[in-house]
């Protein structure tokens, strides 16, 4: 499993859109398979654990904030390479700049507001699926 597998999330700014639907059939289309998936709404204090990382970062507070403001979808999806294949097929972090088709251009409104979070590296891929997902949760 170790390489075949990311973490993503479709952010509030989506959900309250209404393209849960559209966001997973392009992962879907993609070729990817649902490992793991829940509807849930982080507290804060979860937002800030889960982007610690960023913490150093001027925009962390407004990410935090914004990533606990409304319901999300997280799910693992497995694929051969899952990491870098999902991070081309969401686009750049700034929708503005992503390319053509991708999800984040489709469905992202800004730098923050983009859509769709996706892990960077299989090292935190694996960290951000122990976040959410329990053993018996994958499938
Ligand atoms: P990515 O999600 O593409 O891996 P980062 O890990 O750098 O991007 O940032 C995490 C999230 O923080 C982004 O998806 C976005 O929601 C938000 N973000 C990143 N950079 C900025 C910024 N300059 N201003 C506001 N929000 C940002
Ligand atoms: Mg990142």
Excluded: W
């Excluded at 952010?11 to 649902?34: E, H, M, Q, V």
């Amino acid at each position: 499993m170790i390489g075949r597998t990311t973490l993503m999330m479709i952010k509030p700014d989506a959900i309250s859109k209404g393209y849960i639907g559209a966001i997973l059939a392009k992962i879907n289309d993609a070729g990817f398979k649902i490992v793991a998936m829940k509807y849930l709404k982080l507290t804060l204090k979860q937002a800030e654990e889960f982007y610690k990382v960023h913490s150093d970062k001027g925009f962390y507070n407004n990410l935090t904030q914004f990533m606990s403001s409304g319901p999300i979808v997280a799910a693992i999806i497995e694929k051969d390479n899952a990491v870098d294949d999902y991070r081309k097929l969401i686009g750049a972090t700034d929708p503005g700049k992503a390319d053509e088709g991708t999800v984040r251009k489709l469905y992202g409104a800004s730098i923050e507001n983009n859509a769709v979070h996706g892990s960077d590296s299989d090292e935190n891929a694996i960290i951000e699926s122990d976040f959410f997902f329990s053993k018996l949760e994958r499938f």
